[in-house]
Structure formats: structure tokens, C-alpha cells
């Protein structure tokens, strides 16, 4: 029952890392966006991230000057490992912090590492114990159904959620054009003939998707110029 009432916590910070994205985008951009990679109100990699400090960081609990460094340490490290493996798979960075100080590779920041400290030393010290004992007390039948149901929606998601992705990149992948502007009509065509779930990607990563359309015009106009230079 250990690893059930572990799952159940997984979705618990999930959920609450995709509120806090929501909130962080609503006060930055002045709009509700659905962020993370997923389409449900999930972000799997707060779960983990709080999954891991609780393995890693129980025996210091009471020692918050430790859980904030380590914190640091272990959510900047997941933080750019994912950074890292994303861009591996589609080729593209969901997230840049390039312009901000103190970066590594644009991957991770100092102005998101000391909330990670912080928000890792109150999760690991006070949040989980609180959770952990109120999931306890539930019974054992309805945490498995819980678990479960949940558990099935997260992999659907993340099968839908892969599929969309590469239908975008693919569908721009190839687009070609003779020019700017017709490329330009043609992202504009593909995006608002799209289904609901696509468009969701647009608005949840615009900055990513806005370099991949810079990316692939650059390559059309590059191709286009080759073609008349072969005529």
C-alpha cells in the first residue's frame, strides 16, 4: 500500500505544480494558459520532483537549511535533465532561460532555483507528512480505484499529448513556400484549422513554437533560394 499512497501523492504535487504554472503565467502574460506538456491539469515533473526529496531528504526533515540547499540542487538537476531530454526527442526547447542572469545553458536559472529551495524545504519538512498521514486514513480499496482511474487518464494523456506534438512539428516540418509571406499564411491556416488540442500546445508554449516557425521559414526561404539557383 506504500506505493499507492505514494502514486496518490505523485498527482497531488502534479496538479498542484500545474496550478502554480497557471497562476505564474496568468501574473507574467495577464492570461490563462493551460501550461505543461500534458493537456489534463497535471505537471508530472513536480511530481517527481517532490517524490524525490521526500526519498532523498526524509532523514533531514527538521534541518531546512539543508532541505533548501539540496532542494536546489535536486530540482535544478531534474529541471535540466528534462530540458535536455525533451529537446533530444522533438528536437526543441520547451523552456529558455538564455536571457536571464546566471543561467546554465538556458536550461536552469538562479531566479527559479532559490523557489525550487524553498518550495522543496516546505514540501520534504511540513507538506508531505501532512499528506502522507491524511491518505493513510483513507481506505485501502478506494485509494487502489483512485490510483488507478488516474493512472489511466495520465497514460492516454501522455499518448495524445506525444501524437499532437509530433503532428505540429511534422505539419511544419515540411511546409514550403516561395516566399515569407505565403509561409506565413500557411502557419496561420495550419494552426486555426486545427483541432482544440493543438491550438492548446500554441498558447501553453508560445515561445517554443514561435522559434520553430522562425526555424522553418528560415529553411523554406533556404530551399526556395537553392531551387532558383538550380533552375
Request: glycine share 4%; net charge positive; proline share 3%.
Amino acid at each position: 500500500m506504500i506505493i499507492i499512497n505514494y502514486a496518490i501523492l505523485f498527482f497531488i504535487y502534479s496538479f498542484i505544480g500545474w496550478v502554480v504554472e497557471v497562476f505564474y503565467t496568468r501574473i507574467t502574460t495577464k492570461k490563462w494558459v493551460n501550461r505543461g506538456f500534458l493537456i489534463g491539469p497535471i505537471c508530472p515533473i513536480y511530481g517527481i520532483g517532490c517524490l524525490l526529496l521526500v526519498f532523498l531528504l526524509d532523514s533531514y526533515r527538521n534541518d531546512y537549511f539543508v532541505l533548501f540547499l539540496s532542494s536546489i540542487f535536486i530540482c535544478s538537476l531534474l529541471e535540466y535533465t528534462t530540458s535536455f531530454l525533451l529537446e533530444k526527442i522533438f528536437k526543441a526547447r520547451w523552456w529558455d532561460y538564455s536571457h536571464m542572469k546566471y543561467n546554465i545553458n538556458g536550461r536552469i536559472c538562479l531566479e527559479t532555483m532559490l523557489p525550487f529551495g524553498l518550495f522543496g524545504a516546505l514540501v520534504a519538512g511540513l507538506v508531505n507528512p501532512f499528506f502522507y498521514n491524511l491518505i493513510s486514513r483513507l481506505p485501502k480499496l478506494l485509494l487502489i480505484i483512485i490510483s488507478s482511474i488516474l493512472l489511466v487518464i495520465l497514460l492516454v494523456d501522455l499518448i495524445i499529448s506525444f501524437s499532437v506534438v509530433s503532428k505540429i512539428k511534422g505539419s511544419l516540418k515540411f511546409l514550403e513556400a516561395d516566399n515569407t509571406e505565403e509561409i506565413k499564411k500557411k502557419i496561420k491556416k495550419f494552426i486555426t484549422n486545427q483541432s482544440f488540442l493543438h491550438r492548446r500546445f500554441f498558447k501553453a508554449f508560445p515561445e517554443l513554437f514561435s522559434k520553430l516557425l522562425h526555424l522553418n521559414v528560415f529553411e523554406a526561404l533556404k530551399d526556395n533560394i537553392k531551387k532558383r539557383k538550380d533552375k
